[in-house]
Structures are given as C-alpha cells and as structure tokens.
C-alpha cells in the first residue's frame, strides 16, 4: 500500500494526516469516514522523507 498525506479543514482550524491506503480515493474517504465533519482540503501521496513539501512525482 502507499501512504497519501490528507489536508482536511476542521472549522478554522487545519490538520494533516498521513493515511495507509490502495490509492487517493480510498485515503479521502477513510478521513472523511474518521471525521465527517471535515471539509478535504487536498489528498497526495506522501513523499520518501515522510514531509508535506514538495510533493511526490509519478515515477
């Protein structure tokens, strides 16, 4: 599996998380799933040294 890095939007106040999931899709509605409150900001896959910058190209 590939791990995804998922901005939600919890009223004003941000959050990341970092989800093990089959593709995209299925890490958003996971999240989604774990607070469904959330509005998702964005979903991507999560980078070899594990940070939020400069996202991973498709190889």
């Known amino acids: 599996m590939t791990e995804y890095i998922v901005g939600l939007r ?5 959050e990341v998380l970092t989800i093990e999931a089959e593709d995209a899709l299925i890490a958003a509605l996971k999240a989604k799933y774990n ?3 959330a509005l998702i900001s964005y979903v991507r896959k999560s980078n070899r040294r ?3 910058r400069n996202p991973h190209r498709k190889e």
Do not use: A, T, Y
Not at 10 to 14: E, F, I, M, N
């Open 50 to 52: 594990g940070d939020r």
């Open 10 to 14: 919890l009223g004003k106040r941000s």
């Open 35 to 37: 607070h469904p409150e």
